[in-house]
Antibody
Framework: QVQLVESGGGVVQPGRSLRLSCAASGFTFSHYGMHWVRQAPGKGLEWVAGISYLGSEEYYADSVEGRFVISRDNSRNTLSLQMDGLRPEDTARYSC???????????????WGQGALVTVSS | ESVVTQSPGTVSLSPGERATLSCRASQSLPSTYVAWYQQKPGQAPRLLVAGTSSRATGIPDRFSGSGSGTDFTLTISRLEPEDFAVYYCQQYGRSSWTFGPGTKVEIK
């Protein structure tokens, strides 16, 4: 079955950087678009960034555009999120998410990892 | 960027009752669709409905999605004890995947 396992979370000071990784298994990783979604403690879901199955297209929420970069390595079945210029409002659990449909990018999310907690605080 | 709103914020119902959850998008964007997710405390969200009205694999038929344009609805025909949770709608397309703030369905 699909498994998505995030790593790299932790506590970081404002303005610093952090890199999250997601190890994917149980499906053909290179056939599916992937995303990062975050959820602040006690709050709702916020889409952060998405990348197409070949990595040729990247999209970002306005709140992270210019600070975060999503990438993927299809040879290693790995998704990453480089987060620079972190702010306290970026504090959240970040989950790696797989889209439901192969190929087309316009697809909802059908599998989620348990997430990596990122805390931005001085 | 489209904004998605949901109403009500919280609804209190009894098992066996019908739940009607609303979702409104600020824009009717071409080639965009609506999905619905259920989230229980401490768990990852679960996809219920995709493409506005198609139930995801394994989702019971008491869940149904409908709507068009900017107004969408998730209906739970008869609430089961396991249905009390938070429900999120999502407007998705080729370059945007915006969630609404959620509706909490709580036991009355």
């Amino acid at each position: 079955q699909v498994q998505l396992v995030e790593s790299g979370g932790g506590v970081v000071q404002p303005g610093r950087s952090l890199r999250l990784s997601c190890a994917a298994s149980g499906f053909t990783f290179s056939h599916y678009g992937m995303h990062w979604v975050r959820q602040a403690p006690g709050k709702g879901l916020e889409w952060v960034a998405g990348i197409s199955y070949l990595g040729s297209e990247e999209y970002y929420a306005d709140s992270v555009e210019g600070r975060f970069v999503i990438s993927r390595d299809n040879s290693r079945n790995t998704l990453s999120l480089q987060m620079d210029g972190l702010r306290p409002e970026d504090t959240a659990r970040y989950s790696c998410v797989k889209v439901m449909t192969m190929g087309p990018f316009a697809s909802p999310f059908d599998s989620w990892g348990q997430g990596a907690l990122v805390t931005v605080s001085s | 960027e489209s904004v998605v709103t949901q109403s009500p914020g919280t609804v209190s119902l009894s098992p066996g009752e019908r739940a009607t959850l609303s979702c409104r998008a600020s824009q009717s964007l071409p080639s965009t669709y609506v999905a619905w997710y259920q989230q229980k405390p401490g768990q990852a969200p679960r996809l219920l409905v995709a493409g506005t009205s198609s139930r995801a694999t394994g989702i019971p038929d008491r869940f149904s999605g409908s709507g068009s344009g900017t107004d969408f609805t998730l209906t739970i025909s008869r609430l089961e004890p396991e249905d009390f949770a938070v429900y999120y709608c999502q407007q998705y397309g080729r370059s945007s995947w915006t969630f609404g703030p959620g509706t909490k369905v709580e036991i009355k």
